[in-house]
């Protein structure tokens, strides 16, 4: 294979000279590059030559693999011999990036900076031998410039979205955006700077981060005031990434604004209040968002959760319900009246249990009642009313209130009391399925806690038919994970007290594209499902023990929440370090 030549500086790639070096590393033929030449003769478009080349849809001769415009960036950084990067927006400083030039000469040649330190800057080309523009940005920045290859559409996207939004932030926070610190610690000079939330500067902001959020498929926004800054963070598979820091000014007129968009009292800084926006993503589709302020040191914060039907409303076999598991999940469910639990931490999926459950029952001859703090998510098919504690209208005045609306099936958003409770059991012996969710590391667990709630446990005996707890592990991206050999010792850990069978292989991560190099995308359940019935219930006593109750329901074969993700390491779809830093450990 013979190495094409290079262009000579200081000049952009031509389609001829892509083909050329493309053929002559045989990674195309020549008929194949014959015929990209003359579909594109006499085009005056301005895509760059891998664009055109990405279009023609071609297989790589070398690999067999599609030549996308990804590949294709790979390829060229490559043959320049230069670092390639893919641009991540969670990880470019984007003030930092647009003060390094400006939009119009980055844009003449084509560039953008993605990363600003000390001793040098980092700047993404797509035309590799095309370098007059290092000299003045070194001049100018009185640094090192390294410049690296980067895909074009990609500078073209983030160059306009990286500047536009710089821009923004810098007129909506003016001049004085330092000194309007709302905080515990000055309390002078609180009316300078003021950013307004209807200023189409600050408009422009909040649609950005709501956009970029439903792109990054985030589930939770958080905006964090701090001392002279709002951090802006974004929760992506259950991990939180940093995404913009906004000056303090800005940072409190976006919340004003999201708090409009919410009608919340944008006044009432020294309370916490909830409220909820409903919006539409880029393609069309409808998200909801649940928003929640609370006052701290610093000023206010906000949080979003992002609510998307397609999540929210999933088939079992996508929340990773095995086939035992949907089998006694459903032989749970199928009872006629009775309690039901869904236990585990805040952002462990009960939410989408029970929303995907309540939508598998519903039918006409139905009738679903919910009472929710707040109501996640508008669904059609159910009646929901939502806990309003201004008017004195909480779970278990929900719960009496809906008792008279003949229901079939009542899901409690939350047990958190007594009354509550109490409220449950009632409508559990009156011949109503009762669905809700109780915070219990475990299953077994969620029957000391009603014990401990003050329930009777011959209440407790006559009403309870199944608890679930469950787990959400990062699952491996399809795209890039590779086999490997699991560590015996590492096994052992995660199945301890039992034995299981050592798999002879499994996956591991590796990154790419798709996942933003972590290795993970998107999340599965892990769940430990047991029903309450036969020598179980009859352990359900004042004075029971937990380790004894889970004991008795090993035996009767429900798989703890670490078995549960040991079975998903075995299948390839997760890891060991990701099971065990979501389950607590297996007691027997």
Known sequence: MTLAPKPGPDRPLTLNEVCEALIDQERISGEEGRELRNANLGSNTESHPL???????????????????????????????????QIDPLKVDVPAVAGVM?????????????????????????????KDWIANLEHVNRTDITPVIANPASIRRFLVEFYQLANSVSKAGGEDASQHVQNFEQLLDLGEGKA?????????????????????????????????????????????????????????AVLSRLKILGRLNVAEKRRPQDGRIKTRKPDESEVELRIATMPTAFGEKMVLRIFDPEVLLKPFEQMGFSREDRQRWERITDNPYGIILVTGPTGSGKTTTLYSTLRQMASDDVNICTIEDP????????????????????????????????????????????????????????????????????????????????????????????VMAQRLARTLCEDCKESTRLDEEAWRDLTRPWKAPLPEKTCRPVGCLNCRNTGYLGRTGAYEIMPVEGALKDQITEDCNVAEIRREAYRQGMMSLRLSGAQKVAAGVTTVEEVMRITPESQR
């Open 51 to 85: 664009e055109m080349v990405a279009q023609a849809q071609l297989k790589d001769q070398l690999t067999g693999r599609l030549l996308d415009l990804e590949a294709l960036t790979q390829w060229l950084a490559e043959w320049a011999g230069m670092e390639y990067v």
């Open 375 to 466: 109501i996640e998510m508008v669904e059609p098919s159910f009646n929901q009313m939502q806990v309003q504690h201004g008017i004195d209208l909480t779970f278990a005045h929900g719960v009496r209130a809906l008792m008279r609306q003949d229901p079939d099936i009542i899901m409690i958003g939350e047990i958190r009391d007594k009354e509550t409770a109490e409220m449950a059991v009632q409508a559990a012996l009156t011949g109503h399925l009762v669905l809700s969710t109780l915070h219990t590391n475990d299953a077994p667990s969620a029957i000391t806690r009603l014990l401990e709630l003050g329930l009777p446990s011959y209440l407790i005996r006559a009403t309870l038919i199944g």
């Open 102 to 130: 400006s939009y119009a000469y980055a844009n003449r040649h084509g560039i953008l900076a993605v990363s600003v330190g000390k001793q040098e800057i980092r700047v993404a080309t797509a035309q590799p031998f095309q």
């Open 196 to 252: 307004d939330a209807n200023d189409q500067h600050v408009v422009s902001i909040v649609d950005w981060l709501l956009h970029y959020a439903f792109e990054q498929r985030a589930s939770d926004i958080h905006i964090e005031p701090r001392r002279e800054i709002s951090q802006v963070r974004f929760r992506i598979d259950g991990v939180l990434h940093t995404v913009y820091e906004f000056p303090a000014n800005v940072g409190i």
